[in-house]
Structures are given as C-alpha cells and as structure tokens.
DNA sequence: GTGACACTAGACAGATCGGTCTGTTATTGT
DNA sequence: ACAATAACAGACCGATCTGTCTAGTGTCAC
C-alpha cells in the first residue's frame, strides 16, 4: 500500500529496489544494511520494522527475483504456439536476460555460495530451482518427450551451464550455445507420432492436437 | 577435526590446509582471518608474513584447488586409452569429485559470487576455466570433432551445470546426466572416419550455426 | 485537538573484520 | 657462542557489521 502520493514509492519498496540492485550487484553478505538504507534513502528503523531481519531483506529480494523471473518466462514463452518452441523457447528468455548489461548470473546460485546450508536464501532457492525443474519437465511432456523427466534434468541442467558460463565468461552466446544442445538432445528424443512421417526430418512441425 | 600432527606440516601447509577446509566450505568471505589461524595452530603474524594478506591467502587457496583439479583429472584421464573415452572421461572423473562428502561445487563460481570484479578471485578463476576449456577442446580435436571449439565450449558449459546442479540440488546423478547428454554430442559431432565402420546405428550428425 | 501510525535521523552496543605491532621462545648456520 | 630466522601468543587499531533504542516529524482518522 502507498502511503501517499502515487509516483512515490513506499519505504518497503524503495528497500527492495535498493537490496535488489546491491545484492544482486555485489552479494548478499558483503553488501551491508547501511550501505541498503542510504540508496533507499530510509531509516534504518523503518526496514527493521517492514522486514524484521537482514534475512528477512534477503528472503524478500531472492522471492522477488524469482516471481521476475517465473514472469519474464511465462510472458517470454507466449511466442510460441508449439510445444517443442515452447521447450526451448526457454533459451530464448534466457538469451534475453543474459544481454541485459545489469545481468550477474543466477541470484539463487550467488546467494547460495555464500550462505549456510540451511538458510534461508536455501530454502527460496530450492523452491526456485524446482519451479524451473518442473517447468522444464512438463514442456518436455507436452512436447512429446518419452521420458520427460529425464530431458527436463538435462535441460534444467543445460540452463544452469548456460547462467554460469555467461557470468563467469562474460559469455553473451552462452544462451544461444545452450540451445543448440537443447536442440539436439529434444530432436534426438521426440520421434514424429504419424507413421506417414516417420523420415527424419527433425523440422517436421506436427501440428496434431 | 585435529588430526593433523603440528609438528609435521609446516606453518604455511597448515595455514593452507585450514583455509582450503573452511573457505570451500563456508566461503572466502564468510570465514575470517581468525577462523583460519585458530584451526591452522598458527599465529596470525605467521599468516601475514607468509602470505602477504587475505587476498593472498584466498589466492593460494584457489591455485591449490586449480592444481588438485588438474592432477586429479590428468590422472583419470590416464584410464582411457582412446580419444573419444578421454573426452567422455571427463564427466566421469567429476562424477567421483561430487561423490565426495566434501564436495561443495566449483571452488572459483563460489568464490567469484562474493567477490567484486578485478578481484584477485576473478584472475585465478579465469586461468582455471581456461585450462578446462583448453582441455575439451583438445580432447574434442583428439576425437576428431570437426568443429572442436563448438564442441568444447558445448561440453565445458555441460560441465558447469553439471557441477551446479550436483551443489544446489544435492544430486549425486548430476555428472552421470551430464555425461549423456556429451554422448549424445559426441556421437552425434563425430563421422568414424574409416569407411568399413559406417554403421547407422545413430542418427546422422548434425552440426548446429 | 488528540491519539495512532509511519517514518526519519542518528547515537549506541557488542561483535567481528583485516591488519599491525610488541615481545618471547626454539631452532638453526657459522 | 651468537646472530639470524621462524614461529609463537596476544594486545591493539580503526573500521564495519547487525541490531536496538531514543527522540522528533508529519499525516490521518475521529
């Protein structure tokens, strides 16, 4: 809820701006609560009462990483109006994020190298990545795959290779490199359902269903 | 664990030993000085004069973890006595790697997540994917890939997500999954080159952009 | 008005950070 | 024997960390 006038942003929101930009920018641990309150331009009090703790902020700024990103993609695979695009179509959302100048690789993965096992930013993460993994599965489903479960692991695992490699490499093809391996993999898994086109022609658009 | 003989190890092995624990365990910004010389049994000026600074000390520590790397995949490469093995053999030796107890990912993604750009982490984190990526790619010329840097770069992000995905979802398979999908790569990158061995049994290779 | 409420500014506490310095002890090479 | 070296223990420094607390300001409902 605004408190005010609507071009203002609340507190709790110019908190979450501010965490999200250093956080992201420069990690969760090394990035202090002063250094969050002066870009916010709040007291410190006031992020104490909205989030309780530093892990709190923290908890915060990963969940809102992960509905951006849950979002980027729902929105970025409505493209597509077939289910194998549609499965790696994913790479594509993907590419997109990677060439965005503010791109640092996956928050999940930073927070979680710097973090306790058993903390909170686990516990988002975990949620995260099984959001992907199911996601990743059930576009393998509709696509046809005979054993979704195994392509979505190595797709999910491909995007994970991908994330890494572009932030570390500073690799802005990493994407599209991930998707020529997802291409072969999803080509080499789904055999056409038609009999009459069982030629291996792995540009058949099948438009059944 | 104190079962190290004070005695034998000399300050700076002892003041490795400890860092290599503690920071791949924890992380390189999480553990403090004190931290280290308290399990190492050494006084902190010991620790100054030998490595110079912190910076100093988390640099050793990761050329150490560069080294053990290099031998321990050079070593079970030696296992394999025909390229295409070689190539494959990779993820089998990382396979072993995340079986350990101690394994918590890739020393350098962790390390880099919580350290700024031009940090003495990034340097040797550089050098060391450079070396893998050197590797597969040579291994791939080896095998006879025609196209040995697109299979190299395909095979060293495969092994990123593979190390990843092992640390974030605790998955013991994640190197055997990896594995299969640089088989199907593999396969699928390379023609036998002597005419009596053309057999179809795989589909016939394709070559992505 | 008068509370209730949300927010700001900043002092403060206790701990820990990286790093320096003093002083002591043990083992060397010459 | 003696100087040099290497290692020890630990006080100390200034900075920074998370988190609390006091005090004051502005807005809104009633």
Redesign the pocket.
């Known amino acids: 809820m605004a408190?005010?006038t609507p071009e203002q942003l609340?507190?709790?929101e110019r908190l979450l701006n501010a965490a999200d930009e250093l956080f992201y920018d420069q990690g969760v641990h090394t990035?202090?609560?002063?250094?969050v309150i002066e870009r916010a331009?709040?007291?410190?009090?006031?992020l104490?009462?909205?989030f309780g703790?530093?892990?709190g902020l923290i908890r915060a700024y990963l969940e809102g990483r992960h509905d951006e990103r849950a979002e980027r993609i729902n929105r970025g695979l409505g493209r597509f109006d077939n289910p194998r695009d549609r499965l790696l179509g994913v790479f594509d959302v993907l590419s997109e994020s990677i060439a965005r100048p503010t791109f640092r690789g996956c928050a999940f993965i930073n927070a979680s190298a710097e973090s306790a096992p058993g903390s909170v930013v686990q516990q988002v993460s975990d949620s995260s990545r099984t959001w992907i993994h199911t996601l990743l599965t059930d576009l393998a489903r509709d696509a046809g795959a005979p054993d979704p479960d195994g392509l979505g692991a190595q797709l999910a695992m491909l995007y994970d290779g991908a994330v890494v490699t572009a932030r570390m490499d500073h690799n802005l093809q990493a994407a599209t490199i991930a998707k020529s391996v997802a291409t072969a993999l999803v080509d080499a898994a789904i055999v056409p359902t038609d009999p009459a086109d069982q030629r291996r022609s792995r540009r058949a658009p099948r438009r059944h269903r």
């Open positions: 408190t005010h609340s507190a709790r990035v202090g609560i002063d250094r331009g709040v007291a410190k009090a006031t104490y009462s909205t703790s530093k892990d």
